[in-house]
């Protein structure tokens, strides 16, 4: 086989722009993910034995939070991305009657930054969904004892779970946090079917200019490789050292 190294050279400011993207989408979709995933994961928690404010939760809270991690678990994320893509936003942002922006700013967005935001907000809607189970079952890891010892300390229940039970929780979710970010970085190169020059875009775009498909491909596989690998390490290193402190058990 003739690897034509040649290639990569030529395009390879388009591989670098495409491994920003591919970094750049992630971590964002991870810090919004994660923060979907908590709120979702109380609200799936969320509980009251008497009175309205039980069946105020059930169907207003909890319900609408298991649909949300049922439809985004069970259906294909590449599924999600076309369906943000080609329906919600042009909903959500038309230049004519879009629900959130209208006008030439919605024209603007949606020539410029569409394949952006609509692949941001598959990937962060699709991890929130996994997160928030991760949160849940974080969250009930933790004995009761550790709320109702909180609670006798005049601790509210917000209190009690933001200052004692999420942090021990995080310490327990901490490896499947990273390998939903690891999977999620792998699965960021589905939005270039929707034109996002991330770094599977970069490689169909060279193979397209040569004809020739091992040079791009392999040069991404590797690419996605060291990513993943660093990454991997990162999140190791972390738990090594909540380890050394006690923190993960």
């Given amino acids: 086989m003739d690897f034509r190294f040649s290639m990569i050279v030529e395009y390879a400011p388009l591989f670098i722009d495409g ?4 970094l750049g989408i992630t971590v964002i979709a991870v810090v919004l993910g994660t923060l979907i995933g908590l709120f979702m994961g ?3 928690l969320a509980d009251a034995r008497h009175g309205m404010g039980k069946y105020l939760l059930r169907y207003c809270v909890k319900w609408p939070a298991t649909a949300y991690v049922t439809f985004f678990r069970g259906t294909p ?4 991305i076309l369906l943000v893509h080609f329906a919600l936003m ?3 942002v038309h230049p004519v009657d879009g629900i959130l922006i209208s006008g030439d700013l919605a024209r603007e967005i949606r020539q410029n930054y569409g394949a952006f935001f609509s692949g941001l907000l598959a990937l962060t809607l699709n991890a929130g969904a996994y997160i928030t189970e991760i949160f849940r079952a974080g969250i009930l890891s933790i004995d009761k004892g550790q709320m109702e010892a909180a609670r006798s300390l005049g601790m509210s229940y917000g209190q009690a779970m933001r ?5 021990q929780a995080f310490r327990r979710m901490l490896p499947p946090l990273g390998n939903e970010a690891i999977m999620l970085l792998k699965d960021s190169s589905l939005v270039s079917a929707i034109g996002l020059t991330e770094l599977a875009f970069a490689a169909r775009t060279v193979a397209g200019a040569y004809s020739r498909y091992w040079e791009p491909y392999i040069t991404i596989s590797l690419i996605y490789l060291v990513m993943t690998l660093a990454l991997a390490a990162v999140v190791e290193r972390m738990e090594k050292r909540y380890k050394e402190a006690g923190g993960i058990h």
């Fill in 90 to 92: 042009p909903t959500l």
């Fill in 77 to 80: 994320l590449f599924v999600q």
């Fill in 163 to 167: 200052l004692v039970v999420v942090p």
């Fill in 42 to 44: 109380m609200a799936r």
């Fill in 19 to 22: 491994v920003k993207m591919t």
